[in-house]
């Protein structure tokens, strides 16, 4: 179904302050890091568990070996950090996600001497479910998407600093899933804004653009998408939150946005989480009641459902296993993780020691 979009409404930015030396608009920042990567190198990894959505103080990592670490962190709220993602160094990065939280965590794999360290810093003002998604950038920083916030934050690696970029925007719950788009792009999935974000970092000075849907694809015009991933095609997949909202469908070459209805059955929330997986299919991760993995098959432009049988709330987010694939499930009230396979539409459970 093609609703389209209208009233391209662009807001152009500050100018970006120069690269080298360091912007001197950031919080807090640390002394400058080496990294043995050069920052425009295009990067395909992904971090494996959405930890917006953890429900103890952990720093948590599954490995392609399918064994659970966790990590004990000072991080006592639920709900406190957002989506992390990997940089060149190793390190991941998580935006500030919950209620008051505020300072930017970092899970650093080689500190510790090798056994792993966590930490918070850089400090966010008026912090208040700030940012819950986060994306890596074509140039090596990680572009934390607003939730609350009305500014986009970009994360630099090299500086350990923080760059802000205003939306325009004055709804709530803005967006909350994201994309790097094939041409630098950062492609943001709305939840209660009514259109698909865009923030170009590509042009100088940055912008902000609002494709404003036509028709909402939500039939209440809020809760709409909660995930984002990119397809084989380069279009960008929305996973829906609730069973009566369709996939989303957004086309970075033509600016456009159409549905693919979904076939979902659940009384409410439907899907949080999308990740890439083989063949350019996108899998969105089940959520609440919903018994059922959603594949999204590009060639075909339809959705197709593979009940996984653990019961309601058993997954809540999805990440791409690079080498193979295959797609993580991260677990939410279930006890086990799930790698999905889209070549035989497999869901392999595993019950690791630890996992709380």
Known sequence: KETGLRDRVTSSLPRAPPREPPPTHRDDA???????????????LVVAFLAAYATAALADYFDPAQTYSSLSTSVTSDRYLGQGTAVADGRVI???????????????????????SFTLTLTVQSAYYSYYTSALMLDGRVCF?????????????????????DTGSTTDRKYNGVVTANDGRI?????????????????DPPTFTKF??????????????????????????????????????????????????????????VFSGAAAAYGGKVVLAPIGPNDSIAVYDPDTEQVTLTPHGQGANAFNGAA???????????????????????????????SPTGLP
């Open 30 to 44: 640390v002394p400058h890091r080496d990294m043995s990567v050069a920052r425009t190198a295009r990067f395909a």
């Open 94 to 116: 998580f935006p500030p996600a919950a209620s008051s939280a505020s300072r930017v965590g970092i899970y650093d794999p080689n500190g510790n001497s090798g056994t792993g």
């Open 145 to 165: 998407v607003p939730y609350f916030k009305d500014k986009v934050a970009v994360f630099d690696p090299v500086t350990d600093s923080l760059e802000y970029f």
């Open 187 to 203: 492609i943001m999935a709305p939840y209660d804004e009514n259109g698909v974000g865009v923030f170009d970092p590509t042009v």
């Open 212 to 269: 404003t849907f036509t028709t909402h694809p939500s039939a209440s015009g809020n809760n709409a998408y909660e995930g984002a991933a990119k397809a084989g095609n380069g279009k960008i997949v929305f996973a829906p939150y609730k069973q009566s909202t369709p996939v989303g469908i957004f086309d970075p070459e033509t600016n456009t946005f159409s549905t693919v209805p979904h076939g979902a059955q659940s009384s409410g929330a």
């Open 320 to 350: 791409s296993r690079v080498y193979d694939g295959k797609v993580i499930l991260a677990p939410r009230d279930g006890d086990k993780i799930g790698v999905f396979d889209v070549r035989d539409n497999s869901l392999t459970l595993h």
